[in-house]
């Protein structure tokens, strides 16, 4: 099981970028596809983006595409998620996790606070 640990969340204003990290144990980054997922408060936790392993394709949720890009640092074992233009709305416990649907996932991380506010 691919172990993983979010960071590089805060407090930014509306129309700021935060980058966020997920550094993973997993040996060959490219044999997983890594999601990450969010959950704001009252609401149920959707999926934000994924990238996908070996061909590394990418989808967006429609409330982000544009805004947000995720990558990956084969040489780090990590995955990112650049958000640029953040709204308030995009608020939430932000998680990334080996999978791309959440029912997939079997444990959670901590998630990394991301709050946009003025």
């Known amino acids: 099981q691919v172990q993983v640990a979010e960071s590089g969340g805060g407090l930014v204003q509306p129309g700021g970028s935060l980058r966020l990290s997920c550094i993973t144990s997993a040996p060959t980054l490219d044999d997983y596809s890594i999601g990450w997922f969010r959950q704001a408060p009252g609401k149920e936790r959707e999926v934000v983006s994924c990238?996908?392993?070996?061909?590394?394709?990418?989808l967006y949720a429609a409330s982000v595409r544009g805004r947000f890009t995720i990558s990956r640092d084969n040489s780090k074992s990590t995955v990112y998620l650049q958000m640029n233009n953040l709204k308030p709305e995009d608020t939430a416990i932000y998680y990334c996790?080996?999978?791309?649907?959440?029912?997939?996932?079997?444990?959670w991380g901590q998630g990394t606070q991301v709050t946009v506010s003025s």
């Open positions: 996790a080996a999978d791309c649907v959440p029912a997939g996932v079997a444990s």
């Open positions: 990238i996908f392993s070996k061909d590394r394709n990418t």
